[in-house]
């Protein structure tokens, strides 16, 4: 005989008798003047299944017409006395109470109504099953245990019986009363008890989204094994995209305008998997974004490639390592061809004006010293913004939406929000210290939707990367234990970055995976996706120029040597495809050459059955042509492709121009800077028609005695358009404050995307 502990049965007593003073109301509000019940609710509610000797507590709560509280006594009942005894006070027996309401003797196996009711008016009931202690629960599919092609289609339904049984093995599922149906994975299927025909503790499975899920039955405290075999709904095999109406795979759009692009999406069997759940990703969304398959062109100008990807954990639910599949050229079941890569060029009568930020690193260490940033526009108002840098910044870098420039520094992460007339930078956090609170270091990458930070802290002994997470400040920033950081970039889907040691070893941190090395060799430099991120190009692993590492398993895939180490490289918008293969350019600065590379590659679907995920085919990876600037060996201060891949600018120290190598015709124009400056820093507008160069003009007319100014070079119509000088009203025209002698110079700019 199974019997309550004392000490448990007097604390039941005890709030028993507490509960019956007060009418057992638990928390309320003030009392209502108007004591006529309307209604009352029982808690727990609606089914409750326990074991023979459980006991139970039940309150309830009585409301007015108002929905106000009333204070009254409640009388409790049990439809079924011989398995369910009830006591004044809502404490329940499964059995018998003795007469002191302590001890609970187990009674036999039953249902029971229970029911609350005071001033006449009834609860609705809450029915209890009362039953032998479970000791295993089983699930199992109604018929053939696994579906015939090893998973189920979208859509595909099936029924699954759950079985409780006693602690002897005895069946003992009818008494226990409906059990719960829980996936580990929701999305993957749906369940359904009211299916006409089901019998109790059965239900209806039916597969939803691309995955893999155990399904429990719970009832009582107790959960089932899982199914033998894991609940598959057919993963997705083959991502194809196409334009409406356009055989091919590259379109103009309007400034401002819209595309549409459709995707369709085949599983592991070759069914059409409806309202798929795709991570659209676009290569450049500073000129063009892309939600749900509809493509935003912005006012920034230039090229940019769309695709599709099944991207963990939201598609292939639940299969780890996460099993991306990434847009491929093929057929589609209409017959018409489908496309790995859609490529965007964004266009417009006239290129709109852009702006541009200058920060300066000279204030160095000095502690007291703050700098100045400013905003630089071609016109007759060219400054028309500042704000005061608290600290030293290292790096300058623009979200892609343009609305905040985030800046690294030794002492935490700034940023600066624009969009009213008196901008302010601030920190992303109140302190200095430690480092991976404050985000201290360089910031490397920016995700596409502008909402994660690369950092990387030379710092902090030893070094640390962190990723610091706009849309989540309330978490923590993640800290990765990563020494000599050099450059990172996230895939285009997001689920991954990949960041660059200067050591040859590369880390992947991941969604869904955990932070995994890469070993490269050599002093690597540089690091790119391709068009539909199934890979990443880096240069200088191992002595190559350019070598190729799958995405989704990190397998390499080939290597090039071009005329030298890349210091940058650039993987062109506007690709072309091939048959089955897709053909990208990436372009490598390698002083003094451009280098020209090019990859040719495709997509192996997914197979019946497979839960790895298949590498890119790399068929081809060549040198296809390299440029001779024409300045002798330099040092680089900006290589940035821009338009749809037909041009390449470059600044370089010491080279009072700027370069323009057009692709298409194979040479190089080299716009000269007016006064003959040295280059400090530069930026490129995304379609290359403006280009800012922050440098030191010993000579300038109007401004003998400072080098601090920024040229505007309009590449269209060939020249130097516009020189602009800072000036700081506290001390003379240099960006710093409390900082006497040499005149801190803008060594940082970036372009603000429209």
């Known amino acids: 005989m199974d019997r309550c502990s004392s000490r448990v049965l007097l604390l039941l007593l005890v709030a028993g008798l507490a509960c019956g003073f007060t009418g057992c109301v638990g928390k309320s509000g003030p009392t209502?003047?108007?004591?006529?019940?309307?209604?009352?609710?029982?808690?727990?509610?609606?089914?409750?299944?326990?074991?023979?000797?459980?006991?139970?507590?039940?309150?309830?709560?009585?409301?007015?017409?108002?929905?106000?509280t009333v204070l009254v006594g409640f009388q409790f009942s049990s439809s079924n006395t011989a398995a369910l005894n009830i006591a004044a006070n809502g404490a329940a027996c499964a059995g018998t109470w003795d007469p002191t309401v302590t001890i609970c003797t187990p009674g036999a196996s039953g249902v029971a109504q229970v029911t609350a009711v005071a001033n006449g008016v009834s609860s609705p009931p809450t029915t209890v099953y009362v039953h032998q202690h479970i000791g295993s629960i089983t699930v199992a599919r109604i018929g053939n245990p696994n579906p015939d092609n090893g998973c189920f289609a979208q859509g595909q339904s099936w029924?699954?019986?759950?079985?409780?049984?006693?602690?002897?093995?005895?069946?003992?599922?009818?008494?226990?009363?409906?059990?719960?149906?829980?996936?580990?994975?929701?999305?993957?299927?749906?369940?359904?008890?009211?299916?006409?025909?089901?019998?109790?503790?059965?239900?209806?499975?039916?597969?939803?989204?691309?995955?893999?899920?155990?399904?429990?039955?719970?009832?009582s405290g107790v959960t089932s094994n899982p199914l033998d075999k894991p609940y598959v709904s057919c993963l997705v095999g083959s991502v194809m995209l196409q334009l409406p109406g356009n055989p091919g795979n590259s379109v103009n759009v309007n400034a401002g305008g819209s595309q549409t692009v459709q995707a369709t999406v085949l599983d592991t069997l070759g069914n059409i998997v409806k309202s798929p759940p795709l991570t659209w990703s676009t290569t450049n969304s500073e000129v063009a974004t892309v939600s749900n398959g509809t493509v935003s062109a912005r006012q920034n100008l230039g090229g940019a490639d769309i695709t599709a990807t099944c991207t963990p954990p939201t598609c292939n639910i639940g299969v780890l390592p996460g099993l991306p599949v990434y847009a491929s050229n093929g057929k589609l079941p209409n017959g018409q061809p489908g496309w790995g890569v859609i490529s965007v060029n964004v266009t417009a009568s006239k290129p709109p004006t852009y702006t541009a930020w200058a920060a300066t690193t000279d204030c160095g260490t000095n502690l007291n010293c703050t700098s100045i940033m400013f905003s630089v526009t071609s016109g007759v108002n060219p400054i028309a913004q500042s704000a005061t840098v608290p600290f030293t910044p290292n790096s300058l870098m623009f979200t892609p939406q343009g609305s905040r420039a985030y800046m690294g520094s030794p002492m935490g992460l700034m940023f600066l929000d624009l969009g009213t007339p008196n901008p302010v930078v601030n920190t992303v956090s109140s302190a200095t210290t430690p480092c991976n609170v404050a985000v201290c270091g360089q910031v490397l990458a920016i995700s596409p939707d502008g909402n994660r930070v690369v950092v990387a802290d030379a710092v902090t002994q030893p070094n640390q990367v962190y990723i610091f997470d706009n849309a989540n400040q309330s978490n923590p920033p993640v800290d990765l234990l990563i020494s000599g950081a050099i450059a990172a970039a996230f895939s285009p889907d997001e689920m991954k970055v990949f960041i660059l040691t200067s050591s040859g070893t590369m880390y992947v941190s991941s969604k869904v995976d955990a932070l995994t090395p890469v070993a490269l060799g050599g002093s690597p430099t540089d690091v790119a996706f391709s068009a539909d991120g199934s890979f990443a190009y880096v240069a200088g692993a191992a002595g190559n120029s350019l070598s190729t590492v799958a995405t989704c398993n990190l397998a390499g895939l080939g290597s090039v040597v071009g005329t030298a180490i890349p210091i940058k490289i650039f993987p062109l918008p506007n690709v072309q495809t091939s048959g089955a293969f897709t053909v990208q350019n990436v372009a490598a600065l390698a002083p003094p050459n451009i280098d020209i590379f090019s990859a040719e590659f495709s997509q192996n679907p997914l197979g019946k059955g497979q839960f790895t995920c298949n590498s890119p085919n790399l068929n081809s990876l060549t040198l296809a042509g390299s440029f001779d600037l024409g300045q002798g060996n330099f040092t680089p201060l900006l290589m940035q492709v821009t338009g749809n891949g037909t041009q390449v600018i470059v600044v370089a120290k010491n080279v009072p121009a700027v370069l323009v190598l057009d692709l298409n015709a194979g040479t190089t124009t080299a716009i000269p800077l007016a006064n003959n400056p040295n280059p400090l820093a530069a930026a490129a507008s995304t379609d290359g028609s403006q280009v800012f160069v922050a440098s030191c003009d010993g000579i300038h007319p109007d401004h003998p005695d400072t080098c601090n100014s920024v040229h505007i070079v309009n590449t269209l119509a060939g020249g130097d358009?516009?020189?602009?000088?800072?000036?700081?009203?506290?001390?003379?025209?240099?960006?710093?404050?409390?900082?006497?002698?040499?005149?801190?110079?803008?060594?940082?700019i970036a372009i603000k995307p429209q």
Do not use: H, K
């Not at 004591?35 to 009585?62: K, M, R, W, Y």
């Not at 000036?727 to 110079?745: F, K």
């Open 159 to 219: 029924d699954y019986q759950a079985t409780a049984f006693n602690t002897n093995g005895v069946d003992i599922t009818s008494t226990v009363g409906p059990m719960n149906w829980v996936p580990s994975n929701a999305n993957v299927l749906t369940v359904d008890f009211n299916v006409n025909g089901l019998q109790p503790n059965q239900v209806q499975v039916t597969a939803r989204n691309p995955g893999i899920t155990q399904l429990f039955a719970n009832v």
């Open 32 to 68: 209502s003047g108007n004591g006529t019940v309307e209604s009352v609710t029982l808690n727990p509610a609606n089914t409750l299944s326990i074991d023979l000797g459980a006991t139970q507590g039940f309150s309830a709560i009585a409301r007015n017409n108002l929905g106000q």
């Open 721 to 748: 358009i516009q020189e602009v000088v800072f000036t700081n009203t506290n001390t003379s025209d240099s960006m710093c404050n409390n900082l006497p002698g040499t005149p801190c110079l803008p060594n940082l």
